[in-house]
C-alpha cells in the first residue's frame, strides 16, 4: 500500500484529503506543522507527498528543497497563491505537481494516482538495459543517478523522469506540449511552462556550457531532442 505524507496546517482540509485517500486504497499520515512534516518526510518511508505552501515555521519552498537533498520522491505543492512566479519557484525547487486552492478531491486523488504511476514508470520497471552511457554522461536508470565525467549531479525526481525521457528517445523532437503530456499527463489542468523551467535547470546540472548544450538541444520553433 502506497503511503502518502500530507504536510498541511488546516486540520479540516488535511483530515478532508486523508479521506478521500484513504478511501481510494493509499496509506495515509498527517503532519500539521512544517518542522513535523520534514522530519516525517526525511525519516520514514514515504511514496508521496502532499506540500502545503504555506505553514507556520518553515514554509513549503523550505521543505520541499530539503527533502529533494535526501529524497527521490514525488512531491505535490498545494497552495491558494495563483502567481506564476510561485509555481515557477516551486517547480524549480523540484515539485512535481502545483495545485492551486480551490480544488476537488477527486481531482487531487487522480493527479497522486497518475503522479505515483509515472514514477513507478519511469524509475526503470518497464526498461531492461541497465543505464544509458554517452559523451560523459552516465545516466543509470535502477538508482536514478546520474553523472557527469564520473562526478554524480543530484536531479530532482521530475529532472530524472525528463532527462531519461528525452535520452530513450535520442534525437527524437519533442514539444512542450507533448513532453508536459507524457511527464505530467494534466495537459488541460497545468501550465507547460514547467518543462521550460525543468530543461533550464537541467542543462544548468549536466552542461558544461548551459548555453550552448551538447545533450538536450532546443529545436525553436519545434521543441527539445536529445542529441545522440
Known amino acids: 500500500m502506497k503511503k502518502i505524507l500530507i504536510i498541511e496546517d488546516d486540520k479540516s482540509i488535511a483530515e478532508l484529503e486523508r ?39 518553515l514554509d513549503g519552498f523550505q521543505i520541499c528543497k530539503a527533502i529533494r537533498t535526501e529524497k527521490v520522491i514525488p512531491i505535490l505543492m498545494i497552495s491558494a497563491k495563483k502567481e506564476d512566479i510561485d509555481k515557477i519557484r516551486g517547480l524549480g525547487l ?6 492551486v486552492k480551490p480544488f476537488s478531491p477527486s481531482e487531487l486523488v487522480a493527479r497522486v494516482k497518475a503522479h505515483l504511476a509515472r514514477y513507478d514508470r519511469l524509475i526503470g520497471k518497464e526498461v531492461q538495459n541497465d543505464g544509458i552511457m554517452i559523451r ?22 521530475k529532472e530524472f523522469d525528463v532527462l531519461m525521457f528525452l535520452a530513450l528517445h535520442p534525437n527524437r523532437v519533442f514539444s512542450k506540449e507533448e513532453l508536459f503530456e507524457r511527464l505530467w499527463g494534466f495537459d488541460s489542468l497545468g501550465d507547460i511552462s514547467t518543462v521550460t523551467v525543468h530543461i533550464r535547470k537541467i542543462r544548468e546540472k549536466i ?11 532546443t529545436v525553436w520553433g519545434a521543441g527539445y531532442r536529445f542529441k545522440e
Open 19 to 57: 479521506d478521500y485517500l484513504e478511501i481510494n486504497g493509499f496509506s495515509v499520515e498527517i503532519a500539521l506543522t512544517g518542522d513535523i512534516g520534514l522530519n516525517k518526510a526525511l525519516k520514514e518511508e514515504v511514496d508521496l507527498v502532499l506540500l502545503d505552501l504555506m505553514l507556520p515555521g
Open 94 to 99: 523540484g515539485a512535481d505537481d502545483y495545485i
Open 136 to 157: 560523459g554522461l552516465q545516466i543509470d536508470k535502477a538508482s536514478r543517478r546520474v553523472y557527469v565525467n564520473n562526478h554524480e549531479v543530484s536531479l530532482t525526481a
Open 207 to 217: 552542461e558544461t556550457d548551459s548555453s550552448n548544450p551538447q545533450y538536450i538541444e
